[in-house]
């Protein structure tokens, strides 16, 4: 996760992570990619039940129930054991986390033991009604996916009316005094809808958006030629940049960050470069503080029925499952060895990313779209769009 917003538009200083300690039990949300301790932040996919049917949902989801979810006490006792652990962030997604109906009262015990509750939707299902309750029990965020506007967002959503619906979900959130933000996943059928999505940023007064490069992972899996070129990719996150720029210089700033290519954090170095040698020398302290990819170490995933993962893309390799084993100790003690070198990466990549200068920022990138393509976890990830001549920059 590169906060954009942050790095380029000089919201965030290096001295506002290390007045913290950088621990993540004590900085607030907007610096915990900051922090020094890396306890996960833990994805916890509820169901794998869904009432759209998004054709890049990485978790094939489907309307069908599943009978091997972990039961509500089964997650009381999950939550219990990460509270413990220190992870700051349970992020509930699916399947459609709501169409769970225990979600409410799960994601308030995890507020109720210390943890910060944000929930990834697709916005359909949050009415009045239930954007009050997730407003009553302490919910901190909810972040909703869009992926265009209302012609290509329903295409990818497999359902007419699903953009209209997750409009109402957004509105319904702000009149609720929930901080509501986007998800967008970048490819090349909709990436001609990112100025649409910035304009509709500003025109509902929504505060936060995430750009997420395409994972392979899934049904996602066979979008492989429906990623950007790198030609491409570079023109996509040098929109983004500039869009963010004209909203912070017109007093409308809002919170930008582009997710899962972490070649964007260098990109973005290189081209503060130019523009601000002062600030870039900044931005590259809060990119060496960062760390790049954390998919086994930074961030982690339990799947419906209990088993844990690296991140919530890499579903085909479990570590363990919560039934048997804590998550704290699946993560601390780890009995596979995939999870053992996925905590020192750095040691185990191969081809460009070994000699990369960028290593130590980037910290490898996606390894999941690396095995996608190259079958080999340890190859260089493919969606990394930094030419030769950047990865031999001397920094």
Request: aromatic share 8%.
């Amino acid at each position: 996760m590169i906060g954009i917003s942050k790095l380029y538009c000089g919201t965030v200083e290096p001295s506002d992570a290390l007045r913290y300690g950088r621990h993540s039990s004590q900085l607030p949300s907007h610096l915990l990619q900051f922090s020094k301790d890396k306890r996960p932040v833990v994805v916890w996919n509820v169901t794998r039940r869904c009432n759209l049917k998004c054709i890049h949902c990485y978790a094939h989801a489907t309307e069908e129930a599943y009978a091997d979810e972990l039961s509500h006490e089964e997650g009381k006792a999950l939550i219990d054991d990460l509270a413990g652990f220190g992870s700051p962030v349970m992020l509930f997604s699916g399947g459609e986390p709501l169409v769970r109906p225990d979600l409410p009262d799960l994601a308030a015990y995890a507020v109720e033991k210390g943890m910060r509750a944000v929930i990834s939707t697709n916005g359909t299902l949050i009415t009045p009604k239930m954007a009050r309750t997730l407003k009553e029990i302490g919910l901190s965020y909810v972040g909703i996916s869009l992926d265009g506007m209302e012609a290509v967002n329903d295409h990818f959503r497999g359902v007419p009316g699903s953009f209209r619906k997750a409009l109402d979900g957004i509105r319904n959130c702000q009149q609720a005094g929930i901080k509501v933000g986007l998800r967008f996943t970048i490819n090349k059928t909709n990436v001609r809808e990112i100025p649409g999505i910035f304009d509709l940023l500003e025109e509902m007064e929504v505060p936060r958006v995430c750009f997420y490069h395409l994972v392979y992972a899934g049904r996602g899996s066979d979008m492989v030629n429906d990623d950007l070129s790198h030609e491409e990719t570079r023109k996509a996150v040098d929109l983004i940049l500039d869009r963010t720029r004209d909203l912070h210089e017109r007093g409308k700033p809002k919170e930008v960050l582009t997710v899962d290519n972490h070649a964007d954090g260098p990109y973005l170095y290189l081209r503060m470069l130019k523009e601000d040698p002062q600030r870039a020398a900044e931005v590259l302290e809060l990119l060496k503080m960062n760390e790049g990819n954390n998919s086994g170490r930074g961030i982690g995933c339990v799947s419906w029925d209990g088993e844990v993962y690296a991140d919530q893309f890499w579903r085909h390799h479990s570590f363990g499952n919560v039934r048997q084993r804590p998550f704290s100790k699946i993560w601390t003690e780890p009995e596979d060895d995939l999870l053992r070198k996925l905590k020192i990466k750095k040691q185990y990549v191969t081809g460009r990313c070994a000699g990369c200068k960028w290593l130590d920022i980037c910290g490898g990138n996606f390894r999941v779209r690396a095995e996608a393509v190259h079958d080999d976890v340890w190859a260089p990830d493919p969606a990394c769009y930094l030419t030769d001549e950047e990865i031999s920059e001397t920094i």
